[in-house]
């Protein structure tokens, strides 16, 4: 098993960028090194540890959470390339015979045009190869739990990485993308951005503690009304700030009062439950925006977006998130942080900020 010594990392195509840097800064961290390696768009980045081994380390040391800018992860052999197009499943069995053992293989392609074009080949070979690994015994059965689960990138029809990730620390989606089905009446696509988040933050129980029936909430550059429409589907009642017009049916509910405010000098009148903020405004002046809210204590938990500028992107948003962590724990308030660039997310990553006293 020494012989998984790259990360292969899933993200959003042009942010392969802020994803190398991401990932050489975070393995700095837990002290193993090496570089990234990546083409613009390709939606991937393979970052190569310089010690053998230290891929499959990483997967252990490096909590996947931590990272804002990669989707899914795994850690790989070495690029399997010139398969033989008549039997392709014999050779991969000696490479899984080198991995560590699972009980089920995800096959993913890069989310780009080129690799939605590979997806029928990449599932009618992934089945083929799992009931290949299957008869050989080396992909254990289906229930039985394991602390591995193998993933099979497919680059072409003779190119593939091949590795495991640890089942616990990484996505349970294939190439880490949670796809939602549009819901016909809300105002807006935005509505999905939420949705997601929701889905993706609060884990398990989370979900019935933290959106409540008759909970409150303030939604900051709220119109047309995506993320008010989802609070107001959780039962919330909301005062929605901005300037521009809400969707009339929303405002039906009897559940939303409009505030033709801006978002930056509007208080509430009483603390409320949720703060939820989509409003395009520059990062720096955003955090500060939540910062404020958590400091005055008129939310317990928060979600807002920050729109990414065009250069400089992650150190944008390690500053701002340093700069939020850094405020809170000097003036006491607990907290817990995190973000990610969700599959929703176009220019912009999400935040979850929850305030713990
Ligand atoms: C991306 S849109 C929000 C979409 C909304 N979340 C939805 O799901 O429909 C950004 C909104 O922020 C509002 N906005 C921008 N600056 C603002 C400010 N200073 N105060 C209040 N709203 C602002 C804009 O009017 C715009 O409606």
Known sequence: MGQLNAVLLHCRG?????????????????????????EPS??????????????????????????IFTRQW?????QISDLPTGDRVTPMLEWARQLPQAAELMVEVADT???????????????????GLRRE???????????????????????????????????????????LKFPK??????????????????????????????????????????WTWQLVRKDMHV??????????????????????????????????????????????RVTELMLQWALNGWCREAMFNLKLPMKKRFDEVESCLAHLEEQLHLAGVGYRLQAKQLYHDREEITCWLSLTS
């Open 42 to 67: 390709q939606g991937y980045v393979i970052f190569k540890c310089y010690q053998p081994g230290d891929a499959e380390q990483l997967m252990q040391s490096l909590p996947f959470e931590r990272l």
């Open 137 to 179: 015994g080396l992909l254990l059965p289906r229930k039985q739990r394991s602390d591995w689960r193998w993933h099979l990138f497919v680059l072409d029809g003779k190119t593939f990485w091949f590795g495991a990730t640890r089942v616990r620390n990484s996505s349970p989606l294939a190439m880490g993308i949670r796809r």
């Open 74 to 78: 795994f850690a790989c052999l070495p």
């Open 239 to 284: 005062i929605a700030v901005d300037n521009g017009p809400m969707n009339d049916d929303l405002m039906e509910t009897g559940q939303v009062e409009h505030r033709r405010e801006d978002a930056f000098t509007f208080a509430p009148p009483k603390p409320v439950d949720w703060l939820v903020c989509d409003v395009v405004d520059k990062p720096v």
């Open 14 to 38: 042009g942010f392969e960028k802020e994803c190398a840097a991401e990932i050489t800064e975070r393995c700095a961290s837990v002290g193993v090194y090496g570089y990234p390696q990546f």
């Open 113 to 131: 045009t080129e690799g939605r074009e590979l997806q029928g080949f990449a599932r009618k070979f992934g089945s083929a190869l799992s009931q």
């Open 185 to 226: 009446d809300a105002p807006s696509r935005s509505t999905l951005k939420l949705e997601e988040a929701w889905l993706h933050f609060l884990r398990g129980k989370q979900q019935q503690e933290k959106l409540v029936p008759g909970m409150t909430a303030v939604d900051l550059g709220a119109a047309p009304g995506g």
